[in-house]
């Protein structure tokens, strides 16, 4: 038997909560998505939607923990939908969980050539926004291939920066407004649940996307039954904490009364213009330069994400088995990694040479369905820990049947707004666009008919270890 590569079991409760914080993306949420919420949700509001996520999304967590632990903390939703449903309705969320982490992963290289190539032009240096992605691309690649310890303390470094500035940017507000800063108005019923309250939500509930990837690092993790519960519950508090009082300060900041139009003129501009405003024009520019390391590692830790999804799915033998392997020296998807990689370049090749803009058709469209995806398999994996309540594997009504409940009632009316709100998530009234939500269920029914034919034929196949049946009722 080939001994355990000694890099795989180096992931601590801080690196996971690093990987988890870096798909989110808090700078580029706060750049790209709360000035629309601004705009057209629910205005000064917009800070209370955020909260309420993030307690959803607690909720969720606390059902996902028993799944976590139950599975030895690794196969996300795959083995956790599962433990709960069962093996035919896994091999749906598997698959779905392949396109959605590939297809974020591909909108987020559009993104980062995007915005890299325009914060360059902004200090003289006019590049191409293909090669600005293809540059990232192959950093992605390099640290995707190598240890994931590797990309998580990158990863730390640049989510230490990212946080700096944006908590840079709310204590130069609060220094400059005291008190006026955090108007106590953004939490008044009247206002968090006023005009725009659906759009809000959708734009504060996609924010976390990424958060519950901890469930993918249990086989390298130190302790994966602690760590990955805990980095999750950490996770969430981080980004909820964040989003909700830098969206509340910029509130503080623009003025209660003037936030919807200020953001509705200024939108993708509007952060940079508190920038320069609260922190000079030398803060104004490390915010740039942020936005592009924070897109950088949000492309990292989803393509991380993608290539446990292929690993664990190889190991099941619903892909090659030949991606489930595992590097002998850094302990990595290594043949996964690649293969995600290759996909990557194919899809923003394409794009690129049909001559297609890599924010506007690319990040949306790719992103915009991997948003869904994602979104979807959250629902589900609560669901699945209604499925483990049944079946008196969890005790406690708050842990097994309250708190999931909770959580899946919140993410369906998530989905449902994303799916109504799909042309404007994506920027676009294009029919073939508008359509892409139907690669969802369409995929999920093919994995499912599949885990059903292979229930029948392959009755005696055995599964990956974190799949139901081999995982004791604790």
């Known amino acids: 038997m080939t001994a355990e590569p000694q890099t795989s079991r180096r992931l601590t409760t801080g690196h996971i909560v690093f990987l988890i914080v870096a798909a989110a993306a808090p700078l580029s949420a706060m750049v790209g998505t709360v000035p629309l919420a601004f705009a057209i949700g629910t205005g000064s509001g917009v800070p209370a939607a955020f909260a309420f996520a993030g307690v959803t999304l607690l909720c969720f967590s606390v059902g996902y923990a028993v799944s976590a632990r139950r599975t030895g903390g690794s196969g996300g939703f795959y083995a956790s939908i599962a433990d709960g449903l069962g093996r035919a309705p896994a091999v749906g969320s598997g698959w779905v969980a392949l396109l959605a982490y590939n297809c974020a992963t591909v909108g987020l290289v559009g993104a ?8 360059l032009a902004a200090h003289g240096l006019d590049l191409p926004w293909q090669l600005c992605a293809a540059v990232g691309l192959v950093a992605v690649a390099v640290l995707g291939y190598r240890d994931i310890a590797v990309s998580a303390r990158v990863l730390a470094v640049l989510m230490l920066g990212e946080i700096g500035v944006l908590a840079a940017l709310d204590l130069a507000i609060l220094g400059r407004h005291g008190a006026s800063a955090l108007p106590l108005e953004s939490f008044s019923p009247h206002i968090a649940t006023g005009p725009g309250l659906g759009v809000s939500l959708m734009f504060a509930f996609v924010s976390f996307i990424g958060f519950e990837s901890a469930a993918l690092y249990g086989q390298e993790a130190k302790d994966p039954r602690r760590s990955v519960p805990r980095a999750t519950y950490i996770a969430v508090v981080l980004i909820a904490g964040f989003y909700a009082l830098t969206s509340w300060a910029a ?9 919807r139009q200020t953001a509705g003129q ?15 024009q030398t803060g104004a520019t490390v915010l740039q330069i942020m936005l592009c390391t924070s897109l950088f590692a949000a492309t990292l830790a989803l393509h991380s994400a993608a290539n446990r999804y292929a690993q664990v799915l190889a190991d099941d033998g619903l892909l090659p088995r030949r991606l489930g392997a595992v590097h002998p020296r850094y302990g990595s998807p290594h043949l996964a990694s690649i293969a995600q990689t290759v996909l990557s370049v194919v899809v923003v090749a394409g794009f690129a040479l049909a001559g297609l803009d890599p924010y506007a058709d690319l990040t949306t469209s790719m992103l915009g369905l991997g948003t869904l995806g994602i979104v979807v398999l959250q629902a589900l994996a609560a669901l699945s820990v209604l499925g483990l309540a049944r079946k008196g594997a969890v005790a406690g009504v708050w842990q097994g049947v309250v708190a999931p409940l909770l959580g899946f009632a919140g993410l369906s009316v998530t989905v449902w707004l994303v799916v109504g709100n799909f042309d404007l998530l994506t920027g676009t009234h294009n029919a073939l666009v508008s359509a892409l939500p139907w690669t969802v269920p369409v995929v999920g029914l093919l994995g499912l008919a599949h885990g059903l034919r292979r229930r029948t034929t392959h009755p005696a196949t055995p599964t990956h270890p974190t799949t139901p049946d081999l995982v004791p009722t604790r």
């Open 112 to 119: 980062l050539g995007y915005f890299t190539r325009l914060v």
């Open 251 to 259: 509130v503080g900041a623009i003025g209660t009364d003037a936030v």
């Open 266 to 280: 200024q939108l993708g501009d509007l952060f940079f213009v508190l920038g320069t405003d609260y922190l000079g």
